[in-house]
Nanobody, 119 residues
Framework: VQLQASGGGLVQPGGSLRLSCAAS????????MGWYRQAPGNQRELVAT???????NYADSVKGRFGLSRDNAKNTMYLQMNSLKPEDTAIYYC??????????????WGQGTLVTVSS
């Protein structure tokens, strides 16, 4: 199983970005998917999660600005980030709790995508 994260980049404060995370491989099902982020010198922070039934949870720091969705047919998750602030600058890592076709469940991680919010 591989997770491919994409969509990061440089954006001005107040701008928007959409991150994607696509899972591929011997996937039987995917339960929870989510995003963490880590800024230099900071601890890793859980940003948002989404279940297979589209139940979402967000960190207080992003509530009302970020929206998480998924396309189960494509095994892909999307993080829409609006009203971005300089403090959102970080490397964003996606993960997925995957049950493989061998019926083994593990957490898999994407490679990280850099989001920089700066004028």
């Amino acid at each position: 199983v591989q997770l491919q994260a994409s969509g990061g980049g440089l954006v001005q404060p107040g701008g928007s970005l959409r991150l994607s995370c696509a899972a591929s491989g011997s996937i039987f099902s995917i339960n929870v998917m989510g995003w963490y982020r880590q800024a230099p010198g900071n601890q890793r922070e859980l940003v948002a999660t989404i279940t297979s039934s589209d139940s979402t949870n967000y960190a207080d720091s992003v509530k009302g600005r970020f929206g998480l969705s998924r396309d189960n047919a494509k095994n892909t998750m999307y993080l829409q980030m609006n009203s971005l602030k300089p403090e959102d600058t970080a490397i964003y890592y996606c993960y997925a709790e995957v049950t493989t076709t061998a019926l083994r469940t593990s957490r898999y991680w994407g490679q990280g995508t850099l989001v920089t919010v700066s004028s």
